[in-house]
């Protein structure tokens, strides 16, 4: 039973944690910086690494100090991610595992999302479909084996938690735009406004959101709709093309179980429709694990650890790390 230290920091979120046995947070901190970026409408990369370099040394010695635990291992976002945000990570895992004398262990950004199910009440057993859907990502992947994926289908364009973004910008809604697009859709009606549907018909696993994204701005400027009835219509058309093409990927591989993970994964439409019209089990995490955190890097990392494999120190960060080819169809 191995205690890691997970330490994320590809983005805006300083998440560190220590996870037991791949599945018990034993204690978990997070640096949120929205509200910084918040103001700019959108996420400030080298912001983002100097707020990574101010608050990681203390977050880390926060949780250490609450887990009271010694720690068999570091894991650690290399990619994909911000270049700057991820060297502040990475630079930091390695000083801590030199330091410790224990292993390092590098983790695919996806793959941590995808492990945060295992931190769950009721993990799934591979083989699985996974739904990661967040800022940087919209994918659907088949999860064989640990470790062992087939990337299905991706989107060609933006992802889908970057159009919510997007969108909401376009609607005079805060960032981030996912929480305030759900928010500001409860008020109004999913029907007002038909939005296209991406690549919604062309029995594809990939998915495109740049069109929808740009009809809602033409929606917007003809002004005949309100702003609840645009934020109600473009996320049920949103999450419309994530349940349609699970359903197809479900059809072709044969899954039996689905993951959704990553920061949309948070969206209530989106988690009640998944359940509501798929045929097969649906994990997810907590709202709290949707978002970046440490706890999902160190459960992937326990689950490397479990099969050797680790990293060397002269591992460095990759903004474009890919998880695997795609798959041939
Ligand atoms: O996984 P994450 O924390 O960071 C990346 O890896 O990108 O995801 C952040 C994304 C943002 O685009 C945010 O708008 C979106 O997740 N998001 C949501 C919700 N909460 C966060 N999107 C839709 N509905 C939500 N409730
Ligand atoms: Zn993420």
């Not at 068999?72 to 330091?99: N, R, S």
């Not at 859907?133 to 062992?148: E, M, N, R």
């Amino acid at each position: 039973m191995a205690i890691v230290l997970g330490i994320e920091t590809s983005c805006d979120e300083t998440g560190i944690a220590v996870v037991e046995d791949g599945s018990r947070i034993v204690a978990s901190a997070l640096a949120s910086q929205v509200p910084v970026h918040a103001q700019f409408g959108g996420v400030v990369p080298e912001i983002a690494s100097r707020r990574h370099t101010q608050c990681i040394s203390q977050l880390a010695q926060q949780t250490v100090d609450e887990a009271g635990v010694a720690v068999d291992a570091v894991a650690v976002t290399i990619g994909p991610g911000l270049m700057g945000a991820l060297m502040v990570g990475v630079g930091f895992a390695k000083g801590l595992a030199y330091a410790w004398n224990v292993p390092l262990v590098p983790v695919h950004h996806i793959e941590g999302h995808i492990f945060s199910v295992f931190l769950t009440d009721s993990p799934p057993t591979f083989p699985f479909l996974a739904l990661v859907v967040s800022g940087g990502h919209t994918c659907l992947i088949a999860c064989d084996k640990p470790h062992q994926y087939r990337l299905l289908g991706s989107t060609r364009d933006d992802a889908v938690g970057e159009s919510f973004d997007k969108v909401a910008r376009l609607l005079d809604l805060p960032y981030p735009g996912g929480p305030s697009i759900q928010k500001t859709a409860e008020a109004g009606n999913p029907n007002a406004v038909r939005f296209p549907r991406g690549l919604g018909k062309s029995g594809e696993l990939e998915f495109s959101y740049s069109g929808l994204k740009t009809s809602v701005l033409y929606a917007r400027q003809r002004e005949t709709a309100s702003i609840p009835d645009l934020a109600a219509s473009f996320q049920w058309a949103a999450v419309d093309v994530l349940v349609s093409k699970t359903r197809l990927a479900i059809e072709r591989t044969g899954a039996t179980r689905l993951v959704l993970a990553g920061g949309v994964a948070a969206n209530r439409l989106l988690r009640e429709r998944l359940v509501a019209e798929l045929p097969i089990p649906v994990h997810m995490p907590p709202l709290s694990l949707c978002i970046d955190n440490g706890a999902m890097i160190a459960a992937a990392g326990d689950s490397r650890l479990r099969h050797g494999l680790c990293g060397h120190f002269r591992v460095t960060p990759n903004p474009n790390l890919p998880l695997c080819v795609p798959a041939q169809s």
